[in-house]
Structure formats: structure tokens, C-alpha cells
């Protein structure tokens, strides 16, 4: 078990539906990471958020949106959802939110279905 | 753009030893790690390296050389539950962001 917990497991939704993920980061960690796995990519990096304040943009879509509300907890906003978007999306979590030389703690991950 | 290079799908006898390549691009270069990820599960954390040379921890070792911009993790006496896919990612200077590649899924046979 990381500590971090993500919520729900599974979702299941229709195109040009809206979901939120939810995310609590281990417990002291202030950074939280976003990423989203296709069967045919790897890890693609979303966002990361650090003590409530936008850290770092990757390849998230506009119609994508983050935010990490003072407890630390963060949700992840999907819109207008098309068939592409189904995919395992995971968030991480760290200590001081440098990602580039201190180990990530992931959740287990929401596995969303667009239909 | 980062890339970062390893095999797509790899397999190897329980008990034998496995070595996983990684290249990546060495402008910026900032930290190498290893992740193991079983299938539909969340990554974990297995190796973590900066400087030249080999880091080993148990049955995993990984290796890095920053000039050839290469890193490998090696896993010896390999068991069943070792069947899973192994995330190479590199840390960048220049954007500040851990980058991952898309992972060699390794299959343990008896």
C-alpha cells in the first residue's frame, strides 16, 4: 500500500460526459502528480500541483483540468469526454514535489471507460 | 522532445538473470529511475540513479553511464512474480519533469 488513495476504481461514462477524479496524496507528501496510461503509451504526464499552486504542465488536454485544494486532496476534471480518453489514469505523490530526483508513490489508479 | 528507448517485451527462464536497456537523451539529464508495474497495478519505485556505475539493492541492480546516455536494470534469480513491466523514466533539469518510457513487459517462464 502507497498511501495514496484514488477514488473510484472504475468508472464508466458516455462521450460528452464529465467525471472527476479524486486523489489524497501519503500523508505529509505536498506534491501531487497526474498521469494518464493508454494500452499503447506509457506513462503520459498530465500536471502536478505543489502545496495547492500548478508545479508543472505535460500533455493535458484543455477540456482536462486540475486542482489541489488546501487538505492536499486533489481532483482531476475530464469534459467532454470522447472514446480516446479511456484509459488508467494515476496520480502520484511526493515529498517536495521534485519529481526529477525524488521517488513517486502512486495510487492504484481510476480505469475509465468511455462508451 | 525526451526519448527514451527499451524493448517493448522481453522474456526469461525462472532463475535466470534478465538485463533491461534503457537510453535516453542527455541534454538536461537529471536522474534515472526504475518502476515496476504488474499488470492493471500501480507503479512502484525500484532504482534511482545519478551518478556513473551500478546500484544494487538485492536481486535488482541498475546501471547507469551518463556520457552514453544508457542505463539497464539488471535482475538476477528471476521469479515468477517478477513477470511484469518495467518503467524506465528520466528526470529532466530543463523542464523540471519526470519523463517515462513506454516499458518492456517482461514474461518469467518456468
Redesign the interface.
Known amino acids: 500500500d ?1 498511501g ?1 488513495t484514488q477514488t473510484p476504481k472504475h468508472l464508466i461514462t458516455a462521450t460528452g460526459q464529465r467525471v472527476t477524479l479524486r486523489c489524497s496524496p501519503r500523508s505529509g507528501d505536498l506534491s501531487v502528480y497526474w ?1 494518464q496510461q493508454s494500452l499503447d ?5 498530465l500536471i ?1 500541483y505543489y502545496n495547492g499552486e500548478e ?2 504542465k ?1 500533455n493535458i488536454l484543455e477540456r482536462f483540468s486540475a486542482q489541489q485544494f488546501p487538505d492536499l486532496h486533489s481532483e482531476l476534471n475530464l469534459s467532454s469526454l470522447e472514446l480516446g480518453d479511456s484509459a ?1 489514469y ?1 496520480c502520484a505523490s511526493s515529498a517536495n514535489g521534485q ?3 525524488e ?7 481510476t ?1 475509465l471507460s468511455v462508451l | 522532445g525526451q526519448n527514451i528507448d527499451q524493448p517493448t517485451e522481453m522474456t526469461a527462464t525462472e532463475g535466470a538473470i534478465v538485463q533491461i536497456n534503457c537510453t535516453y537523451q542527455t541534454s538536461g539529464f537529471n536522474g534515472l529511475f526504475w518502476y515496476q508495474q504488474h499488470a492493471g497495478e500501480a507503479p512502484t519505485f525500484l532504482s534511482y540513479n545519478v551518478l556513473d556505475g551500478l546500484e544494487e539493492k538485492g536481486r535488482f541492480s541498475s546501471f547507469l553511464s551518463r556520457s552514453k546516455g544508457y542505463s539497464y536494470l539488471l535482475l538476477k534469480e528471476l521469479q515468477m512474480k517478477d513477470s511484469a513491466s518495467y518503467l524506465c523514466a528520466q528526470g529532466s533539469e530543463n523542464t523540471d519533469k519526470l519523463i517515462f518510457g513506454t516499458g518492456t513487459r517482461l514474461q518469467v517462464f518456468p
Open positions: 502507497s495514496v498521469y503509451q506509457g506513462l503520459q504526464f502536478q508545479r508543472a505535460g488508467l494515476f519529481a526529477t530526483n521517488k513517486l508513490f502512486f495510487g492504484s489508479g480505469q
